[in-house]
């Protein structure tokens, strides 16, 4: 075993085992027993891909390390717990998505990415491959769940902390540049805060809240349709499963006795066609707006602080230092879906934020300049 070899080894063993924490969290977070143990066989599953890499190693006289769980898995674990799983079932998916294209060139490439691309497809649809199925509108609630959660929220939550601080920096070195005086920056800052935090949270708002009513519009037109024609609704619902793999006869069964519900066959439609759980419509417009602008004020507030402690030069260093750290901790938090190195996406943020940072203040002393000769 070369190092090459080695170092991926090692690299999928660490993988696969925090797969197969992350995994056992969720059982423990999930309420549904059915879902639960789904995701303790893909645990164990993940396991049995760690005893392959563990056999390569001692087979190559290598040694076994110690396993800890990753801060991203711990994380993510943390997450699910606290909020459910469905807030961080994305985020999975999208790690699973890229181990099956990771086992294209390494030993025993067929059996584990075949696991990793199931793995994957459970997560989306969470029916594939249990033992014994499910039936009805059980079927259809467990999909939902997983298609219709709220599964972007940590995203969204990094990337408005991160609108908060990128945009205040910049005003605030751009002010800063003009050779405003301490309590006009503070000022400048503060409305900067408020105003990109209001008009975060009223956008947000705005966007929930008409999605909800075109879902509720639709959900009433698909309503009309299923007492109109019960049949075609029935047929439709089958199509659909058949679509996504079942044989023939079993979605056309799965449809008759969802079809059997009114409220079942509806909730079932609304799911499928329009991705959204009915009883939620997408979530609460207040909710979001809420989330919104705390995400972006507690961003936004970064660079501020160091103005209300210092002035002049040491102000606008102790700001850009505050900021740097922030938008590592932010880079370091989108490594959560990207899968990135820490080290590399943390630095990238902390560059792309100084680097604006540092154009606006140029603008801005070059306009103070300006005006003040």
Do not use: C
Request: no cysteine.
């Amino acid at each position: 075993m070369d190092a090459t070899m080695l170092a991926t080894a090692l690299e999928s063993l660490e993988d696969e085992l925090n797969g197969a924490y992350l995994y056992e969290a969720l059982s423990g977070a999930e309420k549904d027993a059915r879902l639960a143990e789904v995701y303790r066989r893909m645990s164990a599953a993940e396991r049995k891909h760690g005893a392959i890499w563990i056999e390569h190693l001692r087979a190559a006289g290598k040694e076994i390390p110690v396993f800890k769980p990753g801060w991203r898995a711990v994380v993510l674990a943390w997450t699910a717990r606290r909020f459910g799983p469905a807030a961080v079932l994305p985020t999975i998916t999208g790690i699973e998505q890229k181990a099956s294209r990771k086992y294209q060139v390494t030993p025993d490439a067929g059996r584990m990415a075949a696991d990793e691309r199931s793995h994957a497809l459970l997560l989306r649809q969470a029916t594939r491959t249990m033992q014994g199925g499910m039936h009805g509108v059980e079927l259809a609630q467990l999909e939902g769940r997983h298609r219709a959660g709220g599964g972007n929220a940590l995203r969204a939550a990094v990337l408005g902390a991160n609108d908060g601080l990128v945009s205040n920096l910049s005003l605030l070195m751009g002010v800063a540049g003009a050779g405003l005086s301490n309590s006009a920056i503070l000022i400048t800052g503060l409305a900067g805060l408020l105003a990109g935090a209001f008009s975060m949270a009223l956008g947000e708002w705005l966007s929930v809240q008409s999605s909800r009513e075109l879902y509720q519009h639709q959900i009433e037109i698909e309503k009309g349709e299923i007492l109109a024609a019960p049949e075609e609704e029935e047929e439709e619902l089958a199509l659909i499963y058949e679509a996504r793999g079942l044989a023939p006869e079993e979605a056309r069964r799965l449809a008759a006795h969802i079809s059997h519900d009114p409220n079942a066959t509806l909730e079932t439609l609304a799911r499928e066609e329009l991705n959204v759980d009915p009883a939620e419509l997408g979530g609460s417009a207040w909710t979001a707006a809420f989330t919104s602008f705390i995400l972006f004020s507690i961003g936004a507030v970064i660079p501020l602080i160091p103005f209300t402690l210092l002035k002049g030069t040491p102000a606008i260093t102790g700001s850009m230092l505050a900021s740097a750290v922030g938008l590592f901790i932010i880079g370091a938090g989108i490594t959560l879906f990207t899968g990135r190195k820490v080290l590399y996406s943390g630095t990238r943020q902390v560059l792309f934020g100084l680097a604006a940072a540092a154009i606006t203040f140029g603008i801005g002393r070059l306009i103070g300049v300006n005006l003040g000769g």
